[in-house]
């Protein structure tokens, strides 16, 4: 029975919750064969087997291990295997060897989930006492980091499959995520004015309904200039355009590290972009893209994406633009001329990846989710189509440092007005 004076209902929403996001995980791991799930292409990214298991650890080492007396651990040895970078949980497997753990088994990640669901529904059956409310707020938590996960797992299997000279798809064109074409072709495309003045920026954890990381408050006031909003994201056709004008081959249009990055590891285009033509600077008619329904011909309307930081400042100073601040593009998300908001691709921000005024990490292991990474990182706001719906708000602070290139990750250009 629930406890004494628990929220049935609540509990009910909590329960469907949990049950919807926890399936949604290993639907999107079901096109994988258990090769492909045991794969690390590179150290920042995650075998798709380590995801299933880490999401899984979440709950077990946060929620159940401190507030379940009668949960028993499925293997105390996980622990250590699938901690991501909680120090207060104790030492863990080096994260560029995760690749290596081709044990456990698929089979056995599977058993795991299915233990630690059932030890997650006998305690919201049971109730935890006292630390009802603080548990009910560590599974939200936990539920908002599996879908991190889940946008993780498809950005991660691309790369891995980007590194198959057969270039696999994930799901067959039609089928897999990608991010939508514009609603008009790029030259439709127009300035929206913003004005001057205070604008409120955050999340109020007293007033706000709903969840937020704790990265995304306290809610605050930042003074912003006029600007100008570019109404739409920029495209492929008009990056292929920077491209043939020699872009990745004009050092002045970029900044020192990104140029340094272009000359070191050869980039000429988007991650996944690919031509037969051998040229610096080929045409854009010669551009295909590699994407989760397999390598298409680059479509002139569909935003660009796979760029990092540099490649998207070199762009807008190649426009004669720069980049918004994450300020300005939250206080401009809400204008009804701005289109591709929130379903396309994550947007580079001119903003280092800082702390609100006032902001105040959590006590305990849950403290460690952001603050502890709050410097030599850029802010990109949005949502992408690999982001699950739902998990998307207009507060959400996604980062990265400004070489990673493998997200769903382009741009939107500001002005100066």
Not at 311 to 327: C, I, M, S
Request: glycine share 8%; proline share 8%.
């Amino acid at each position: 029975m629930p406890a004494a004076g628990k929220d049935c209902a609540q509990d009910a929403g909590l329960q469907r919750r949990y049950e919807q996001v926890r399936a949604r995980s290993l639907e999107l791991a079901a096109p994988l064969s258990a090769e492909d799930q045991c794969v690390q292409s590179m150290a920042d990214a995650s075998p798709t087997k380590w995801h299933l298991a880490h999401t899984s650890w979440f709950f077990e080492a946060m929620v159940l291990c401190p507030h379940s007396p009668s949960y028993r651990s499925f293997d105390e040895r996980y622990f250590y295997l699938f901690n991501s970078y909680y120090e207060a949980l104790g030492p863990r497997h080096p994260r560029p060897q995760r690749g290596l753990l081709t044990r456990p088994s698929l089979e056995e990640i599977h058993a795991y989930r299915r233990h630690v669901d059932a030890g997650v529904r006998r305690l919201l059956r049971e109730g935890a006492g006292p630390a009802q409310a603080q548990v009910e707020r560590l599974l939200v938590l936990g539920l908002h980091h599996e879908q991190q996960h889940q946008e993780l797992l498809l950005t991660d299997i691309l790369h891995v499959l980007w590194c198959n000279p057969l270039r696999p798809a994930y799901l067959p064109p039609g089928r897999a995520p990608a991010p939508p074409r514009a609603a008009g072709p790029a030259q439709s495309q127009r300035w929206l004015s913003r004005p001057e003045g205070l604008a409120s920026i955050g999340h109020d954890d007293r007033a706000a309904a709903g969840f937020a990381f704790d990265n995304e408050s306290p809610r605050h006031d930042t003074l912003l200039r006029p600007y100008l909003l570019g109404s739409g994201l920029v495209s492929c056709g008009e990056y292929a355009q920077f491209i043939a004008d020699g872009g990745y081959r004009d050092p002045s249009l970029w900044l020192s590290d990104g140029w340094a990055r272009v000359q070191a590891e050869g980039w000429r285009g988007p991650l996944y972009w690919v031509s037969e033509n051998d040229a610096a600077a080929p045409r854009p008619a010669d551009w295909e893209v590699f994407g989760l329904g397999g390598l298409q011909a680059m479509d002139p309307d569909a935003p660009v994406s796979q760029i990092s930081f540099y490649e998207a400042a070199a762009y807008a100073q190649w426009a004669g633009a720069r980049l918004p601040t994450e300020f300005e593009w939250e206080a401009a998300v809400d204008d009804p001329g701005l289109a591709q908001a929130m379903d396309s691709v994550w947007q580079w921000t001119r903003s280092s990846y800082d702390p609100y005024p006032g902001f105040r990490a959590q006590p305990g292991a849950v403290g460690e989710y952001n603050g502890k990474f709050m410097v030599g990182q850029l802010v990109l706001r949005g949502a992408s189509c690999a982001t699950p719906p739902g998990h998307g708000r207009h507060t959400y602070r996604n980062f990265f440092p400004a070489q990673a290139r493998w997200q769903f990750s382009g741009l939107r250009l500001a002005k100066d007005d």
